[in-house]
């Protein structure tokens, strides 16, 4: 019987043993990197559609005029004002998940400095906007990872600043997602009033008198009535994920910390999320 030496056995052991840990740790990165792609894009997406739906239907209404300025074409529900302020915020989550796992799978090292810069403009342009969002800590452990890490420290070196930049991104993460619920809650107040006027500009007051006409504008009505009914349900599961997202972050920390290293399966959240992506399709397409 072949004999293998003892230090050869042990190593085996430790590789067979961190390549389940990564398998398994990569599970939980991989389920919050595409939720937050997924959320990301559906909020991104709903604000642009409120934009361009509000400076249409200010279109609309500019003909009675005699006369036009920029400002009679801006939107109101939600302002240029805080535009990107709203671009950061989403952009943010987006960043960060992807730098956390860039920064614990070891096939995704090399984006560490890529996310982590973009994070850190982002976070920037955050605190600029809105001071108090992000603390002077989570700047610094972004900071410290965009330095440190691509350059090669242990694994266990890099869970200690994962824990960190979790710890203090738990944070920004509350305070974002306050942030784009108020937004949401905002919208929801205001945009079924959006609809009706402009269905009321788009097809009452320009019903044609003759029948043979009638029909495209009847089939415009119905895209938006489609559109209203469907943003109800769609704007509420925005408001909900405003919910649950920062607490799976935060039931992610936990995990991680606890375990010394394991983060575990966010299933639920992904399939939230992924619901949530189908259902933004279907919204902007109209059906």
């Known amino acids: 019987m072949r004999k293998y030496s003892p230090v050869l056995l042990f190593a085996f052991i430790v590789i067979l043993i961190s390549g389940c840990s990564t398998k398994y740790m990569g599970s939980g990165l991989n389920d919050f990197h595409k939720s937050s792609e997924l959320i990301a894009e559906s909020l991104a997406g709903v604000i642009t559609e409120i934009i361009d739906q509000d400076m249409e239907l200010r279109a609309e209404r500019s003909v009675i005029n005699s006369s036009i300025t920029a400002s009679d074409l801006e939107p109101v529900i939600l302002t240029f004002s805080n535009l990107r302020l709203r671009k950061e915020l989403v952009n943010c989550l987006v960043e960060y998940s992807g730098l956390l796992k860039a920064l614990l799978d070891k096939d995704h090292i090399t984006f ?42 242990t694994f266990m070196k890099k869970k200690k600043f994962a824990l960190k930049l979790m710890s203090e991104m738990q944070k920004v993460i509350d305070k974002v997602s306050v942030k784009l619920k108020e937004e949401m809650n905002s919208i929801k107040l205001l945009a079924p009033n959006l609809y009706t006027r402009l269905f009321r500009e788009k097809v009452e007051n320009k019903w044609p008198d003759k029948k043979e006409k009638r029909l495209k504008y009847a089939l415009a009505g119905v895209k938006i009535i489609k559109k209203r009914e469907m943003f109800g349900f769609l704007i509420d599961d925005l408001i909900n994920i405003m919910d649950i997202f920062p607490a799976e972050h935060k039931r992610l920390m936990d995990s991680f910390r606890k375990s010394g290293g394991t983060l575990i399966g966010l299933n639920e959240l992904l399939n939230y999320s992924i619901r949530l992506k189908n259902n933004y399709s279907l919204f902007s397409k109209g059906e």
Request: aromatic share 2%; no cysteine.
């Open 112 to 153: 560490v400095r890529e996310y982590g810069e973009d994070l850190r403009e982002s976070l920037n342009n955050i605190n600029r906007s809105d001071p108090g969002i992000v603390s002077k800590e989570a700047a610094g452990i972004i900071s410290t990872i965009i330095t440190m890490v691509p350059e090669g420290v």
